[in-house]
């Protein structure tokens, strides 16, 4: 949870890079984040990514490093980031989805055309978050989700275990 004197921070947008073109270019996103106070270099993440993998809300960072990604993680928030894709009507599943997760503590994060982000706690569980989402699946043909911060973003299929420090259940 944040606290009112994390809220009251300056709000600011820094580069972190999603990814390479076909060029091998860096591909940048443009990630909310708020200073840590009193902390140069250090910065909370306000608002899940849609691109950055190994990242969620609430994370500290500190921007700029000499990583590939132009950050390094400092500590985990314990949120996920749920990146779904779907090519026609994205607003037909987000009316379904945005309700279900607040039920459960969850939050849209973002929502453009083809894509939804939500952001919740690692408590509430794999098993009942991956409910919720199958069942999107069935309802919405075409839509498809990913974890944004549970595999390593080398391999993207090496799970990172950082929620086995948060949470027995999950």
């Not at 708020?34 to 609430?58: C, D, M, N, T, W």
């Not at 500290?60 to 026609?88: D, M, N, V, W, Y």
């Not at 794999?126 to 309802?139: H, M, R, S, T, Y």
Request: glycine share 8%; proline share 5%.
């Amino acid at each position: 949870m944040e606290s009112n004197s994390e809220l009251t921070l300056e709000t600011q947008h820094i580069p972190l890079v999603a990814g390479l073109n076909a060029e091998g270019e860096p591909v940048l996103e443009q990630i909310k984040v708020s200073p840590v106070e009193g902390k140069q270099g250090e910065y909370r993440i306000l608002q899940a990514p849609a691109f950055v993998r190994g990242l969620a809300r609430g994370d500290t960072i500190r921007f700029p490093a000499r990583t590939a990604q132009g950050c390094e993680l400092l500590k985990r928030s314990g949120h996920l980031t749920i990146r779904i894709f779907r090519k026609h009507n994205i607003d037909a599943a987000e009316q379904f989805l945005t309700p279900e997760f607040e039920l459960i503590d969850g939050s849209l994060e973002q929502h453009s055309v083809g894509l939804l982000i939500y952001s919740i706690h690692v408590s509430i569980g794999f098993q009942q978050i991956e409910l919720l989402l199958d069942k999107a699946v069935g309802q919405f043909p075409g839509l498809v989700w990913y974890y944004g911060n549970v595999y390593d973003p080398q391999d993207g299929t090496t799970p990172l275990n950082w929620w086995l420090d948060f949470a027995d259940n999950v």
